[in-house]
Each structure stands twice: as structure tokens, then as C-alpha cells.
């Protein structure tokens, strides 16, 4: 009986492990290709970090190019940091100012309405959800000279506000933040209100902790796409003092086009906000995504 049960022990044994051997050769292919795709993503934000150590003629030098640079120097980030014509330090102000305010107020509304759609019946509500979601569908560009004739209108120009003014509400995160809550238990919201919550107490105590990855994942978008926006702020912005991040790294670069180095230097200032952000908030961008996979 022992050697009977040991055979089909090794039997079970070896049909368990025998999937996992078959799929070794197609695993392992899957680990090349995606280390690969890390590899050319990676290589181009790298080659600028390095390249901001170098001269420029070290760059451009066909004779002296590596990937590594020859010696490293600091000479560009001093040279910047030391230019009276150029006050980062107000800059990076106007900049996260405009990407913080939007990242509050964007997540807040689109918690709040999302929770709205999610968990409340009332007239006009399928209509009113996709009137919101066709908006996403109207060309930026299109409304462009109406909003400026607007912050015109009450002279928000050359203001930071009149950047945060039209991007209280998002269609994207009401419909992002709707699906997530549209998957909490509806009894737990009605053991809260038979325990006398109201409705801002479940939001703000029971909804918002369930939706904290959403929340993250969705606020870690809008800081990026407030912190590289160019277009709008260039429109908007005409006082160079008021003037965010992206705007002045066209200018820095058409004043120093002969040297690539300063280009490379000042391009690493202005994207480490945005990096520092994403490995801060890492771990709840990549639980957000999971949970909207397992909830797709």
C-alpha cells in the first residue's frame, strides 16, 4: 500500500509539474520580449540623464560619443541653477500649483459625481451619464478659443486660475471613478444608513477608503498631464512670470540651441517631479490597474 501510494504521489507529482515544463520555453519568451520592451523605453530617458554630464562637444563629436560619459560633470545643472534669467524655483511653483489644484479638485468631483451615478437612481440619470461620457469626444480644439474668450471675459488671463478654472470636472475620471464604486456591496451602504450615517459620511468614510487605488491611479494621471501640458498654459499665459515648467524649457532650448548638453540638463530638472510622483505612488498606480483588470 505504502509503494502504491508513493507511485501515485510521483505520478501526481510529474503530471503537476509537466504543464509548468511545457510552458517554460513560452514563459521564458515572454520574459525576453518584455525585458526588451524595458530596455527600449528606458534607453532614450537615460541616454538624457547621462547625456546632462556631458559637454557639447562631447556630444556631438562623433570621435569622443559614448553612451557613458567620459567624466562626469555638473557644469550644466550649475550653469542653469546659476542663471539669474531663469528662476526655477518660480516656475516649479506655478507648475504644481496648476497640477496639484487639478489633481484635488479633479478626483474629488469625479468621486463624488461617480459615486452619484453609481449609487443613486433619479430621473434623466442614463441620459445625464452619457451626455457626460460625449464630451470625451469633443476635440480639445474645438473649444479652445471659447474657454480663452471666457477667462478673458472675467480676466483670467495671465492667472494661474484661469488654468485650474476649467478643470474642475473630467468626464474620464467621473467614468472611471463610477465603475469602480459601481462594484461596492450596496448592503454595506444600507448597514451604514441603518446605523444613521448620512450620505457625506458613507462617501467620505466607507466609499472613498474602498476607491483609494482609483483615487491614486487616477490623481498620479492628472499631475502628468497638467505637468507637461503646453498648449493651453502657452495660450493662456503670456507674462513670462506666470509661465509653467514646459513653456519655459522651448525657451531655454531656442536660447541655447548650440548646446545640448544645458538642453539635456534642463530637460532632467523638469521631469524629476514627475518621476519622484510615480515611484512615490507606485504601489497604488499598479493595484489601481489590477483591480480595473479584475473588474473589466
Known amino acids: 500500500m505504502a509503494q502504491q501510494a508513493a507511485s501515485l504521489a510521483a ?12 510552458n517554460a520555453p513560452r514563459r521564458i519568451g515572454l520574459y525576453v520580449l518584455l525585458f526588451a520592451g524595458c530596455i527600449i523605453t528606458l534607453v532614450p530617458f537615460i541616454w538624457t540623464i547621462l547625456a546632462s554630464f556631458k559637454t557639447h562637444a562631447e556630444i556631438i563629436n562623433p570621435a569622443t560619443q ?16 546659476n542663471d539669474p534669467t531663469l528662476p526655477l524655483g518660480r516656475f516649479y511653483l506655478n507648475s504644481t500649483y496648476i497640477a496639484v489644484s487639478n489633481v484635488i479638485t479633479q478626483t474629488f468631483t469625479s468621486a463624488l459625481f461617480g459615486y452619484v451615478f453609481a449609487k443613486f437612481n433619479f430621473r ?13 469626444m ?19 488671463t495671465d492667472n494661474l486660475l484661469g488654468l485650474v478654472a476649467f478643470s474642475w470636472f473630467s468626464a474620464f475620471g467621473i467614468f472611471l471613478m463610477r465603475q469602480f464604486m459601481s462594484t461596492i456591496p450596496d448592503e454595506l451602504l444600507d448597514a451604514a444608513r441603518v446605523d444613521g450615517a448620512n450620505e457625506w459620511q458613507i462617501f467620505l468614510r466607507i466609499v472613498l477608503p474602498q476607491t483609494l487605488a482609483a483615487l491614486a491611479t487616477y490623481g498620479v494621471l ?13 495660450i ?22 548650440a548646446n545640448l548638453g544645458l538642453q539635456m540638463a534642463a530637460s532632467v530638472l523638469i521631469v524629476m517631479p514627475i518621476l519622484l510622483v510615480y515611484i512615490v505612488m507606485n504601489r497604488w498606480v499598479v493595484r489601481g490597474f ?7
Open 236 to 257: 493662456v499665459l503670456r507674462d513670462v512670470d506666470v509661465r509653467t515648467l514646459p513653456i519655459i524649457l522651448t525657451w531655454y532650448n531656442d536660447r541655447h540651441t
Open 124 to 136: 434623466f440619470k442614463r441620459v445625464l451619464f452619457w451626455y457626460i461620457i460625449s464630451t470625451m
Open 290 to 296: 489590477a483591480l480595473t483588470g479584475l473588474k473589466g
Open 222 to 234: 492628472v499631475f502628468i498631464s497638467n505637468w507637461n501640458a503646453y498648449l493651453w498654459p502657452l
Open 66 to 81: 559614448t553612451f557613458f560619459p567620459n567624466e562626469f560633470s555638473f557644469e550644466n545643472y550649475q550653469t542653469i541653477l
Open 138 to 156: 469633443i476635440p480639445f480644439q474645438l473649444t479652445m478659443i471659447p474657454s480663452y474668450l471666457i477667462l478673458l471675459k472675467f480676466n483670467l
Open 11 to 22: 505520478d501526481t507529482t510529474a503530471q503537476t509539474a509537466a504543464p509548468a515544463w511545457n
